[in-house]
């Protein structure tokens, strides 16, 4: 059995416990948190919750563990500190800061001969992957990525921290004129603005300025101002009948030619449909955490991405079963 750990439990947390329960080759261990432990209620109230300052004693008893925390703050820290101490697991998803991130991890693993996996879950992760695959295969061509229609969760905290918004989510949706020419292999050269719109859905406090939200919103930087911003003001029961989850989705396409006049087209593409985004990137997470204990094992140390693991690595089936079965 691989012994887990989850450091951190929110959302991706419960999205962690949740799929390792489907891997029989798999036990969580102990789950640490920045809260009082004793307000911790998890799935499987047999295993033990502790503190984030009692993980360090747990170094014999866990093989991987799984860091569920965020980008911005946590996991630059995080990761590179527990990678000291035990095999790790993230999905740090700030693209540009990846590079950053892949040193500071690969020093830590490599000064104790741990290994530390990150990036991991649809994007970056599997979307990375599928990206990679197609621009060897279709050498002459372009990728092209849509996210959604989903819910960002990064955007909608950005909305509910407006001053009189009481809660908000903000869908990521894909401009299907944009997404059908790409299909179509017509090649476009497509902006921001073209190839996603944005709907938020806001509950403003009583008595608020609505014109002043949707303003804030529609011009706030970095979020909003680069796309064609939509915002609709419903109530709170609306909310909460209508908008309560985290679905998420999205598709990578690769459009190439080949041939000797590069007269033939083609198109690859894949696709996800998700109703719950922290539990999808939660069962990413938990097969990179079985390639994690192989590398180990290997004496595979130092930092990997989804680019370093070999397929039969994610797998609990035996390398004959794979290709029994699936080849």
């Not at 984030?52 to 747990?58: I, R, Y």
């Not at 059908?180 to 719109?197: D, F, I, M």
């Not at 990179?288 to 140390?301: H, I, P, S, V, W």
């Not at 690595?313 to 079963?321: D, F, P, Q, T, V």
Request: hydrophobic residues 35%; contains cysteine; proline residues 3%.
């Amino acid at each position: 059995m691989i012994r887990i750990g989850i450091y951190g439990y929110g959302n991706l947390g419960r999205g962690v416990e949740c799929a390792i329960k489907q891997n029989d080759d798999m036990e969580l261990v102990a789950v640490f948190t920045r809260r009082d432990p004793k307000t911790v209620k998890l799935i499987d109230e047999s295993v033990s919750v502790y503190h984030v300052d009692d993980a360090l004693k747990m170094q014999d008893k866990i093989d991987v563990m799984i860091l569920c925390g965020g980008s911005a703050t946590d996991l630059p820290v995080q990761t590179p500190y527990l990678a000291k101490y035990f095999n790790v697991v993230d999905s740090f998803d700030t693209h540009a800061k990846i590079p950053e991130h892949f040193e500071n991890v690969d020093k830590a693993a490599r000064e104790t001969n741990h290994t530390g996996m990150i990036s991991v879950g649809w994007d970056p992760g599997m979307f990375s992957l599928n990206r990679m695959l197609a621009g060897t295969i279709l050498v002459d061509g372009c990728d092209y990525t849509f996210w959604g229609r989903g819910v960002s969760q990064g955007h909608s905290d950005a909305i509910r921290r407006i001053e009189g918004v009481k809660n908000a989510k903000q869908y990521t949706v894909p401009v299907e004129s944009a997404l059908q020419a790409v299909r179509n292999g017509e090649n476009p050269q497509l902006t921001t603005r073209e190839k996603h719109t944005r709907e938020c859905y806001v509950v403003a406090n009583e008595g608020a300025d609505l014109a002043r939200i949707e303003n804030e919103i529609k011009t706030m930087p970095n979020y909003f101002a680069d796309y064609d911003t939509t915002v609709n003001f419903i109530s709170e029961e609306e909310f909460n009948e209508n908008h309560a989850g985290i679905p998420h989705g999205g598709v990578v396409i690769r459009s190439g030619k080949t041939g000797k006049s590069l007269e033939n087209n083609h198109i690859i593409e894949y696709k996800i449909t998700l109703d719950s985004n922290p539990e999808f990137t939660a069962s990413v997470i938990v097969a990179y955490a079985r390639a994690t204990y192989k590398l180990a094992n290997e004496g595979a140390y130092g930092c990997k991405t989804v680019f370093d693991v070999a397929p039969a690595h994610l797998s609990a089936k035996s390398g004959e079963e794979l290709r029994k079965s699936l080849l």
